[in-house]
């Protein structure tokens, strides 16, 4: 069974304090790994995905990089407007489970001005 | 915003109600997907939808009933819910099955008295 832990839970940091969240996960075959955004009480909003070891991708602070056993979502420079929950997914090669994504229990990250 | 919207936003309803929740996604995408997102708990999926009509149920009580009339409508429906049922409700959709991004909705969150 696929699995997904993310740490720290929580995460303060002060404006221009950068800093990373960590995505450790166990699955049958990686066809994807996913992060997420999301704001309380809406739903998740899309950032990257990643599908091999080494892959990177970037947009705006955000920096998301992929091993064989984890993620990380490093954040740079991180602005208050960066507050929020972190989500990541992963999805298996188990093609009878379908498009089925596993998510970890997120981090919560609040930055303070 | 997201291409996929769902109403009613909140919901109040005592354990003899029944009730429907409404998902619509305008991208033009072939799957759609419900979730439960408990507190403290990550996101669990409940149902698969296809073109191909293929429905995944994830071991969720019977007490919950999905439809998908068409490819861009799904619903879900309530009937004797149980206090810890109350959650946040996704609807989620992605080009198609087995591919890989899903885009969320704005949730419903649903309190059961």
């Known amino acids: 069974e696929d699995q997904v832990t993310q740490s720290p839970e929580a995460l303060r940091l002060q404006e221009g304090e950068s800093s990373s969240l960590n995505c450790s996960y166990t699955v049958s075959g990686l066809r994807g790994l996913f992060w997420y955004r999301q704001d309380p009480g809406k739903g998740p909003e899309f950032l990257f995905t990643l599908y091999s070891a080494g892959e990177e991708k970037e947009k705006e602070r955000l920096k998301a990089t992929l091993t064989k056993k984890e993620s990380f979502l490093h954040i740079t420079a991180p602005k208050p407007e960066d507050s929020a929950t972190y989500l990541c997914a992963v999805q298996g090669s188990d093609r009878a489970a379908g498009n089925k994504l596993t998510f970890g229990g997120g981090t919560r990250v609040l930055v303070k001005p | 915003e997201t291409g996929v919207t769902q109403t009613p936003r909140h919901l109040v309803m005592g354990m003899t109600n029944k009730k429907s929740l409404k998902c619509e996604q305008h991208l033009g995408h072939n799957a759609m997907y419900w979730y439960k997102q408990s507190a403290k708990k990550p996101l669990e999926l409940m149902f698969v939808y296809s073109l191909e009509e293929r429905v995944e149920n994830n071991s969720v009580p019977s007490r919950f009933s999905p439809e998908c009339p068409n490819s861009s409508h799904l619903f879900l429906h309530l009937h004797t819910l149980q206090p810890e049922d109350s959650a946040l409700y996704l609807c989620?959709?992605?080009?198609?099955?087995?591919?890989?991004?899903?885009?969320f909705g704005p949730g419903t969150r649903l309190t059961v008295l």
């Open positions: 989620a959709s992605s080009r198609g099955w087995g591919t890989d991004t899903q885009y």
